[in-house]
């Protein structure tokens, strides 16, 4: 009986086209490119233009220069989530008819002024991982007739995950397979510390956590390797997974360039901007050897 071809690993690069590519970004697109080879398995590049009062196509085009110029290669054809924001909106419906999500009509700088009260009190905010001040309760508390009141207003709002709710019906402990630059094997995924995470805003029709376990699904992706900036937000990203029924890749959080400062390198750091760099006289090869590769 002939046997049936093995299915290759899939890698996939995904820069956001919301400023210009930098050594941070050279390095997580090269450790791609490289485990990718070592595997024997695809390169794929997504462009994450979701949030479009961000992304511009000057830096995209930009993107494909600077991305060629430091010997990646990637399959075509490239697939930009602008394109697909249907798959995004039903992976949201199905979370809906399940009744976890809620319309969050609190503006940023409402929480804000919540936080800064409720801290001036002297009482702790809760925080996500990455430093934010986690969602008010309000609107997920809010009674129905309220919210529909609120809902025919017109008044702008977001949609976000009822992460008690989510975490109950998934019932089960989350975890992921880690191969990366800081704690590896098998790691427990947090998801309640992201607390009630954003699943689409009024000018932004899907999150970035809803739209890229979306196209990693459905791009087959087997491999996520990304900065270690991210590692956190895998746990919830293995949470949608599990709600939508998607399964998990395995991951690679790699070390980060930082800037002078000591900070992560920021798309505004001219200095360490490829296109920059490229314009100095730098070669490739220097590219390399600025990333310790
Ligand atoms: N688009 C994200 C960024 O530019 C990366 C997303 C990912 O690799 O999961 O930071």
Redesign the pocket.
């Known amino acids: 009986m002939p046997s049936r071809p093995r299915q290759k690993p899939v890698f996939r690069f ?3 086209p919301n400023g210009f590519l930098h050594l941070g970004h050279a390095l997580s697109a090269l450790i791609n490119q490289k485990m990718a080879q070592q595997a024997d398995g695809r390169l794929l590049l997504r462009i ?1 233009d979701i949030d479009q009062t961000r992304c511009r196509p000057d830096f995209e085009a930009e993107f494909y220069r600077d991305l060629a110029w430091i010997g990646l290669a990637w399959e075509e054809p490239v697939r930009r989530q602008s394109e697909h924001l249907a798959d995004y909106a039903a992976a949201l419906r199905q979370l809906e008819d399940r009744g976890l999500i809620y319309p969050a009509f609190l503006t940023r700088s409402e929480v804000k002024a919540r936080v800064t009260e409720a801290e001036g009190d002297g009482q702790a905010w809760p925080r996500d991982p990455d430093g934010a001040p986690l969602y008010p309760a309000d609107d997920r508390e809010r009674g129905e007739k309220e919210r529909r009141q609120l809902l025919s207003s017109g008044l702008r709002h977001a949609l976000r995950l009822d992460m008690a709710k989510a975490l109950t019906l998934v019932g089960q402990s989350l975890t992921w397979q880690e191969t990366g630059d800081g704690e590896t094997g098998t790691i427990a995924a947090d998801a309640a510390s992201w607390g009630d995470v954003i699943l689409s805003r009024s000018d932004a029709p899907s999150s ?1 956590h809803l739209s ?1 376990v979306v196209d990693d699904a459905a791009q087959g992706v087997t491999h ?1 390797v ?1 900065g270690l900036d ?1 590692y956190h937000a895998t746990a919830v990203h293995r949470l949608l997974q599990e709600l939508l029924g998607l399964s998990a890749p395995l991951y690679h959080h790699h070390r980060l360039i930082l800037g002078s400062d000591g900070r992560k390198l920021s798309k505004s750091e001219g200095a360490t901007g490829l296109a920059a760099l490229r314009a100095a006289g730098r070669s490739p090869a220097d590219i390399g050897r600025l990333l310790g590769l």
């Open positions: 995904a820069p956001s994450e970035y890229v996520v990304r991210l």
